[in-house]
């Protein structure tokens, strides 16, 4: 057993540890090329967590030696053969659209011609829960060595095998690659997809499996009363048995990064452009994709939009309807469960009331002794607000009021020869600012 006896369960990682040089990673490998492909493998074999996948041993010690599982029982002492094909390192899980596949790192897997008398197999089980419900993977490689590889172990021709609660999830596959330390060997096992969630259940994007555990074992043959040794076990706890399944990129489809562009403040009755970037895994951007966007202006508006070549997504929101302030907006991508996993981002629009302007006094005279004076007010945009109060100043004081027409109109009819007019709005709270015509001279 190498120093230090710590792994952390399906890829968590822990705040304070180094990761080991890239030497020394977990990645599943991937069975489905020249060197390493079984004669016999079968699709689900070939489909294997994609390359961007880094998972890593956590090196706590900062020897740079891999670690182990934290509680594991203690392997030094040689079970019957080659205990080290039985030394967990990791496990990892997959969803593809077809397959469910667990991943389990093992420090060395031999041709097992080290296998020595009275070992009929090694097991290897992978336990957790999800939906309620416990499942078990067992993979098993039987003893090739003669005699043994006469003596038939335990439930024979049962492996590898997929169960959900108590009954089996229906027929797997299983593949053993090898590995060169300090990279481990892999004992993979697939089934189909539809088989396990049949039993089991759809597992939501938001799953989570709990209570993940690992253990090795030898079985002995028939001659030895089908005894069952286990070799190396996992005891993670809470947290750090726990794995999200669509969380890491290693299972289901991979992860995207919505990015929402900057919002630019806007104005009562205006209208402002709003943009989201959608990326892969690699930071590339994602073309075709519908994304929504939603602003929360108590009506919580939804612009869809769909994504370009370069990933962006563009759509405008108004004209601005609602009062002056800051409106929390939200971009979000639904994903799909075959392609790329949903993202999303948050961001605030910040509303402003609208400036207000009055036209030119214009004045008229339909007697020596009276001036009618007109204006019209106007937004920032030179539309015409309505219904709105417009005071009328006559040399500085407040002699009267009207209200704007439909087209923004404001008539005073009392003006005399000599005085000084001036049109004034006080503004509508988080809508319209105030303003003040210039003065004329009727």
Not at 409 to 433: D, E, I, N, S
Request: glycine share 8%; charged share 15%; aromatic share 6%.
């Amino acid at each position: 057993m190498q120093r230090g006896r710590a792994l952390l369960m399906a890829g968590m990682v822990l705040a304070a540890a180094r990761l080991l040089p890239a030497t020394a990673t977990t990645t599943p490998p991937d069975p489905c090329t020249p060197a390493t492909a079984p004669a016999t493998g079968a699709p689900a074999n070939c489909e294997m967590p994609r390359p961007t996948c880094t998972h890593t041993l956590t090196d706590i010690d900062g020897d740079a030696i891999p670690e182990y599982v934290v509680g594991e029982r203690d392997t030094t002492k040689q079970v019957f053969g080659d205990n080290t094909a039985l030394d967990i390192r990791s496990v990892y899980m997959r969803l593809t659209p077809d397959y469910f596949q667990t991943f389990i790192a093992i420090q060395h897997i031999p041709a097992f011609t080290g296998m020595g008398p009275q070992e009929g197999a090694y097991r290897y089980t992978v336990s957790f829960k999800v939906n309620g419900k416990t499942v078990t993977i067992i993979a098993e490689k039987q003893n090739p060595n003669t005699p043994e590889s006469s003596v038939t172990p335990d439930n024979p021709g049962t492996y590898p095998q997929v169960q959900v609660g108590t009954g089996v999830a229906g027929t797997a596959t299983q593949v053993f690659l090898p590995g060169a330390e300090p990279a481990p060997g892999w004992v993979i096992v697939s089934t189909q997809r539809d088989q396990v969630e049949k039993a089991l259940g759809a597992v939501a994007s938001d799953a989570v499996f709990t209570d993940i555990s690992v253990t090795t074992a030898v079985v002995t043959g028939t001659t030895n009363a089908n005894r069952i040794f286990p070799a190396d076990s996992t005891t993670q706890t809470g947290d750090a048995a726990k794995l999200a399944a669509f969380d890491d990129s290693c299972f289901g489809a991979p992860p995207t990064t919505l990015k929402l562009g900057a919002i630019a403040a806007t104005v009562y009755h205006h209208s402002v452009p709003l943009s989201a970037t959608l990326l892969d895994e690699n930071g590339k951007p994602v073309a075709d994709k519908a994304v929504t966007f939603t602003v929360a202006d108590g009506k919580s508006t939804t612009l869809p939009a769909t994504t370009d070549a370069s990933g962006v997504a563009r759509t405008t929101y108004g004209p601005v309807t609602v009062l002056a302030g800051s409106y929390p907006v939200t971009v979000a991508f639904a994903g799909d469960t075959t392609t790329y996993k949903h993202s999303s981002a948050t961001g605030t629009l910040k509303v402003l009331a609208a400036k207000s302007l009055f036209t030119a006094l214009k004045v008229t005279r339909p007697t020596a002794t009276t001036r009618v004076v007109t204006t019209t007010l106007l937004d920032d945009l030179k539309k015409p607000i309505a219904g709105a109060r417009v005071d009328w100043y006559v040399n500085g004081k407040k002699v009267a009021s009207a209200t704007t027409d439909k087209t923004g109109k404001a008539t005073f009819k009392a003006g005399k020869p000599g005085q000084t007019v001036q049109a004034r709005y006080a503004g509508k709270a988080r809508m319209f600012l105030a303003s003040a015509s210039n003065s004329a001279k009727l």
